[in-house]
């Protein structure tokens, strides 16, 4: 059984910001976090100090997320909501590579585990994928213009792009039309659309044949899909509470092994470990200083990082 302490081994605060995004560097050195005011933190996952403090935006245009290359450790990639991509090396650090999307809005990052392609997404609800070495799109899934009834492709703001672990040619995208989209790299639409799942941030996740989602809203908040059918095998709400007691979520987390997942958001601000087979929260919830934005647990499946709206970043061990 895998529990949180609700001790954090360490806080840091940042002011005046929100932290939007956190992720654990590849060689488990450090934790990167992204924020509301442009910029990009590469912090000491011993002690939560900063290490880099990396200008994405000079405009103040918020980070919404960051994706490490698995294949090529020190280069991560970054996306700003006024449609910017970034590459950076993150030995200087240095900038490598910018390119925007214009006239969109981003806020959806994943990178493919082989390295090779990385996915965008936003406002304009087109997912778009990219050649990592040419940096060129070679896929954009979008609804057709003018269809009102077909569902493939997203009809509003996409938040969430998730390459599937188990299988290398799967995509998932989620966002405000309460659907998830699963993506084939090889066609040109949808393959499977899973209706329900209101999706405001890094809140879809798979491990093996199952896809998580963590929704938005005051009901039916966690959903497990299996992905081969379409098929939705559990839901729970988050409480028994009335609605003004809910949390709403922004991120949800499998453990490497799948046993357990992490699920955070707002309103309550809080954060609870849940054991996948029996779709029950284990432990006590962590209840935060501001709401839960984004969460990344450890390769070793140690610690958890988080991000929270007041700015803090917090590491909890796993008990």
């Known amino acids: 059984m895998k529990?949180?302490?609700?001790?954090?081994?360490?806080?840091?605060?940042?002011?005046n910001t929100e932290v939007?995004?956190?992720?654990?560097?590849?060689?488990?050195?450090?934790?990167?976090a992204t924020l509301s005011n442009g910029h990009v933190l590469l912090k000491s996952i011993a002690t939560g100090r900063t290490s880099f403090n990396i200008v994405h935006s000079n405009k103040g245009f918020s980070v919404p997320s960051i994706r490490f290359n698995p294949v090529l450790p020190k280069t991560f990639i970054t996306i700003s909501s006024d449609g910017v991509i970034k590459e950076w090396n993150s030995r200087s650090p240095k900038n490598i590579w910018t390119y925007t999307e214009e006239g969109n809005q981003l806020y959806a990052l994943d990178i493919h585990k082989a390295g090779q392609i990385f996915a965008t997404a936003g406002s304009d609800s087109v997912v778009r994928?990219?050649?990592?070495?040419t940096k060129q799109c070679i896929h954009s899934y979008a609804r057709a213009k003018y269809d009102f009834t077909s569902p493939s492709g997203h009809s509003d703001r996409a938040y969430c792009v998730h390459f599937v672990n188990s299988d290398p040619n799967l995509l998932a995208s989620g966002g405000w039309d309460n659907t998830i989209q699963i993506w084939d790299?090889?066609?040109?639409?949808?393959v499977m659309v899973l209706p329900g799942p209101h999706i405001c941030g890094d809140a879809i996740d798979t491990n093996k044949n199952y896809l998580l989602a963590g929704s938005w809203r005051t009901h039916d908040q966690l959903q497990l899909f299996d992905f081969r059918t379409g098929k939705c095998l559990k839901q729970t709400r988050w409480s028994t509470m009335s609605d003004d007691n809910q949390a709403q979520l922004y991120t949800v987390k499998f453990?490497?092994?799948?046993?357990?997942?992490?699920a955070g958001g707002t309103e309550t601000n809080q954060a609870k470990v849940y054991n996948t087979e029996q779709f029950n929260s284990v432990g006590s919830s962590i209840t935060f200083p501001g709401g839960v934005y984004s969460s990344a647990i450890s390769k070793d499946n140690k610690t958890v990082v988080f991000g929270l709206s007041c700015g803090y970043v917090q590491l909890h061990n796993v008990i």
Not at 20 to 32: E, K, L, N, T
Not at 185 to 190: A, E, G, P, V
């Open 20 to 32: 939007f995004s956190v992720r654990y560097s590849p060689d488990g050195q450090s934790i990167a």
């Open 185 to 190: 790299l090889r066609q040109t639409n949808s």
């Open 129 to 133: 994928v990219y050649d990592d070495k």
């Open 255 to 262: 453990f490497q092994d799948g046993s357990h997942f992490v």
């Open 3 to 15: 529990r949180l302490n609700i001790s954090p081994q360490w806080v840091e605060k940042e002011t």
